[in-house]
């Protein structure tokens, strides 16, 4: 019998498959899988979109354009300050202050004046006293003691009396005014401190003391105080003591200590003159040393309390500051490089510890976040050395923060001809929310607007 090969089959499986397929026993086959891919690469050439037909856009690229649109029609302010409402962060305070105008746009009032000493109001930022020497070294002090009231974008400067005879008045931790008087004779004589309560009253009266850095509670006064001959500015010897009802308690050898103060008004901390001493803390009460106190030995050169007491930052001989947890008493973090020698008020905390204002030797104001111990923004301000005493026993005369750290009084520097001026200056960026909020000139964003710019579910500014 003959084959017709043409004709004759056999059966192989499906190489995609296990279904027997008929394959001719004289004719080659390509496999399958090659001829498929084949036709898929046809098939993309043959499928490529029309380049004459729009390309769909990116939907993140979309979004970010209608961001874009959208933030450009809100007024700059409100924007700003709907960011930082939302996401609270340096970076966003810092915007916000530059859409005010800077620290010149929340500088609510001058004062005019080369004033030695200024001070807030411990309760109320807008009452401020001041004091301006006008003679040195003689019996007949004529300073000029002024009360400040902030009254919107002005400041009433009233002299406060009685004027002539004190040296100056300045405000206590407790509200309390401390004035301190001439106690008579020639030279840099001895000083008297009367305590005066806020209705007026003297409430306590000190013995004529020679006092380099003082501080007052409760009327107590504390001291640093001894004789010294002011012309070489070489002490004879230091004492640190507490005047209650007239009389002088030694609390201390005054010499290894620089400082004193009243991070909470409840205890007294003297600072260590060199790193190579501690903080004490006293008992304002008792008068007693409190050596478990959270705040006693530490080399510091000075402390600030938040409001709420739940934090401390310090400052450091080396000028960098430590953050305190108050409740474990452990530092949880270190930071910065500021300056505070010599300056009267460098460290503010606000009521919750999340803004820090430092003011530096040279004059420099910083507003910190303190979360994440970074600048929101920083001022130049001036200092200069009140002219009764020597750099080596007074503060610097410079910028000072009021108690809650929402305000601050900025010396302006200026040139020689220039009177000196103050400025009040707001440095709570809550505040500057609500300036924001008036200046734009409108309500809150809208709820598409927070849609478009991603701050849908988050806190809002502006109601």
Request: some cysteine; overall charge negative; glycine content about 8%.
């Amino acid at each position: 019998m003959e084959h017709d090969l043409a004709s004759e089959t056999r059966t192989e499986l499906d190489p995609l498959g296990t279904e027997p397929i008929p394959v001719s026993s004289g004719v080659r086959r390509w496999p399958l899988v090659v001829l498929a891919l084949i036709a898929a690469v046809l098939g993309v050439f043959m499928t490529q979109p029309d380049p004459t037909e729009p390309v769909p856009e990116d939907p993140t690229l979309a979004a970010r354009r209608e961001a874009t649109a959208v933030a450009a029609s809100i007024p700059s302010e409100l924007l700003a300050a709907s960011r930082f409402r939302a996401e609270p962060s340096a970076e966003t305070a810092a915007a916000l202050l530059r859409s005010l105008g800077g620290f010149d746009g929340v500088t609510d009032a001058h004062a005019t004046g080369a004033f030695d000493r200024v001070s807030f109001d411990p309760f109320r930022t807008d009452r401020l006293l001041a004091t301006m020497r006008s003679s040195y070294g003689e019996a007949r002090n004529e300073d000029q003691n002024e009360r400040w009231a902030v009254r919107g974008s002005r400041i009433d400067q009233e002299l406060s009396s009685p004027a002539v005879g004190h040296d100056f008045v300045h405000f206590n931790v407790d509200g309390t005014t401390t004035r301190w008087r001439h106690a008579g004779g020639d030279g840099f004589a001895p000083r008297v401190a009367e305590v005066v309560d806020r209705q007026g009253t003297v409430i306590a009266t000190t013995p004529p003391i020679h006092a380099s850095r003082f501080s007052v509670v409760d009327g107590v006064v504390f001291a640093l105080t001894g004789d010294r001959d002011y012309y070489s500015n070489e002490p004879v010897y230091v004492d640190l003591v507490a005047v209650v009802d007239g009389a002088t308690i030694r609390l201390a050898d005054g010499a290894p200590f620089g400082w004193i103060d009243h991070p909470v008004p409840e205890v007294m901390v003297a600072y260590p003159a060199s790193s190579d001493g501690e903080t004490v803390v006293f008992d304002v009460a008792t008068l007693l040393p409190l050596l478990e106190h959270p705040l006693a030995g530490r080399p510091y050169r000075r402390i600030a309390v938040s409001g709420d007491r739940t934090v401390a930052v310090a400052a450091r001989f080396d000028d960098q500051v430590d953050v305190i947890d108050l409740v474990s008493g452990r530092i949880v973090d270190r930071f910065g490089d500021v300056d505070v020698d010599g300056v009267e008020q460098p460290l503010t905390l606000d009521a919750d510890g999340s803004v820090l204002v430092s003011v530096e030797r040279d004059g420099l104001v910083t507003v910190w976040w303190m979360a994440e111990r970074a600048a929101i923004g920083r001022l130049q301000g001036d200092a200069a050395q009140p002219r009764w005493v020597s750099e080596r026993y007074a503060a610097q005369s410079t910028s000072v923060t009021s108690a809650d750290a929402t305000r601050i009084a900025v010396r302006i520097r200026s040139a020689p001809s220039v009177p000196i001026q103050w400025g009040i200056v707001s440095v709570d960026p809550d505040d500057w929310v609500g300036r924001a909020c008036r200046s734009a000139g409108r309500a809150a964003l809208t709820v598409s607007e927070r849609e478009a710019l991603g701050l849908t579910g988050l806190p809002t500014a502006c109601f």
